[in-house]
């Protein structure tokens, strides 16, 4: 099946990707059955972004994705991250010196059983080594055949610049959607000037937008957002108003509220690629018919109405995890 593409710089990928970071990290048990058919069949139906890193599941999610691309390396562009370097469960600990970057690359091949990453990201920007010491480093990589594209996670409109100056950035990966959308102020008009393609993550608002939670019980008990601000105790319910009036815009469209909100998303502009997360094949099918939603103004109007900028109730993450953030 052939999908619209777009374009992230001088890479073509598909017009959505796949994150596959639920398939063995924060979001309850995995079941790699399951995901490795969910890989399958998002390659059958044209999805080529494929984006992991090697801090999903330790190590995990990169030996999952390389397995469900076995014998179809040629169908996929593969996306990971590296960045940090503490294992789950120990201080965040973020390394850009250019050793580790070589390290953290060597790894990330070998799990992923293949000889060249497609699009290779910083996860996080250190703050103690140079920007252009860890992008000098990752241009070594390209220069080696060994990466073919770079990017960057989090980073900010600064940061972007000064990174894109030492070797051409190609994509900027950042949390984007309907109740996330700080990009808009700064760094995405930056991208734009520099030609450097958006990759919105949780674009579905972490699934909240999808109207499939209205509690944290319906979460695993392991499901990391129990924890985060925006699903606590007062925010969570504050919230749920958000996806009502979605849901109520998406059942005139006779369409799901996700789909709604994905398609927001990909409204944003030809040179952004949103990454949404699952492990089950019908949410994947119900994400790629996103694609083909053509919203009106005056639809994306009503949508942006629904969920006003700034009266999203609580931050996207903890104070821990926002220290980590580029600023």
């Known amino acids: 099946m052939n999908l619209p593409t777009r374009h992230l710089g001088d890479l073509t990928v598909s017009g959505q990707g796949l994150g596959c970071m639920g398939m063995s990290h924060a979001y309850g048990p995995a079941d790699d059955e399951t995901s490795v058919a969910t890989v399958h069949r998002a390659l059958d139906l044209g999805v080529s972004l494929l984006d992991t890193s090697d801090f999903y599941g330790a190590g995990h999610n990169e030996e999952l994705v390389g397995r469900a691309v076995a014998g179809r390396r040629d169908e996929a562009v593969i996306a990971t991250k590296f960045g940090f370097a503490n294992k789950l469960g120990e201080p965040t600990r973020i390394r850009g010196d250019a050793a580790y970057v070589r390290q953290a690359c060597e790894a990330s091949l070998r799990r992923l059983g293949t000889d ?42 600064h940061t972007v610049r000064r990174a894109h100056a030492v070797h051409p950035i190609s994509a900027l990966q950042s949390e984007w959607s309907l109740w996330t959308r700080e990009l808009e102020d700064e760094i995405a008009p930056v991208c734009r000037e520099l030609g450097v393609g958006l990759v919105p993550f949780s674009p579905l608002g972490r699934g909240f937008l999808t109207g499939r939670y209205t509690s944290v019980e319906d979460m695993p008990e392991s499901d990391m957002r129990r924890g985060q601000p925006r699903f606590a105790d007062g925010n969570l319910s504050r919230n749920l108003a958000i996806v009502a009036q979605l849901e109520k815009l998406a059942g005139e469209r006779g369409v799901t509220a996700g789909q709604l909100a994905l398609a927001w998303v990909q409204h944003r502009g030809e040179d952004v690629v949103p990454i949404p997360g699952t492990r089950r094949q019908k949410y994947l099918e119900e994400n ?16 942006e109405e629904a969920a006003p900028r700034g009266e999203v109730a609580g931050t996207r993450y903890d104070e821990g995890s926002l220290a980590f953030i580029d600023r």
């Open 288 to 303: 790629v018919a996103a694609l083909a939603l053509a919203l009106s103004p005056a639809e994306l109007a009503a949508i």
């Open 116 to 157: 060249h990453i497609d699009l290779y990201y910083q996860h996080r920007v250190d703050p103690d080594v140079p920007i252009e010491e860890t992008v000098g480093a990752m241009a070594e990589l390209v220069a080696e055949g060994k990466v073919r594209f770079l990017g960057l996670s989090e980073a900010s409109a």
